[in-house]
């Protein structure tokens, strides 16, 4: 699998954004995870406020190793996240009941607010 870092202007991005019935037009960093030439998922972040960035979409189109990939995704991301000197990530979520939740709780991910999960980064200096 090759993780390939582009933009929101991605065709592939914007193709895949689309199959789920999303858009987005924000300036985002964003991965694509593709496997033989084919785009499995993608994540994406956009600036937050001045420490923190938040993940915008996580898209899979594989069934299987699902949360492999996703993991592998996110990972990927907070390591660009510390490249540009954030603090942190923020995820926020329509409801409690959403499936990732309990993905991104596993990651070291909490709430900070009703519908909103934080993760500090551990930075070394």
């Avoid at 993608?42 to 420490?51: H, L, N």
Wanted: charged share 30%; proline share 1%; aromatic share 14%.
């Amino acid at each position: 699998m090759e993780i390939i870092v582009t933009n929101e202007q991605d065709e592939r991005f914007i193709n895949l954004c689309k199959s789920f019935g999303c858009t987005i037009e924000e300036p985002q960093v964003v991965l694509l995870l593709n496997n033989y030439k084919k785009t499995v998922g993608c994540a994406s972040f956009k600036v937050y406020d001045s420490q923190y960035a938040e993940i915008t979409t996580l898209f899979l189109n594989s069934y299987e190793n699902r949360e492999k990939i996703a993991y592998k995704l996110i990972r990927q991301l907070e390591k660009i996240a510390i490249d540009y000197e954030f603090l942190g990530f923020i995820v926020s979520f329509d409801s409690r009941e959403d499936i990732l939740i309990e993905f991104f709780e596993k990651l070291d991910y909490s709430f900070c607010d009703d519908l909103l999960m934080k993760k500090e980064f551990n930075i070394i200096i």
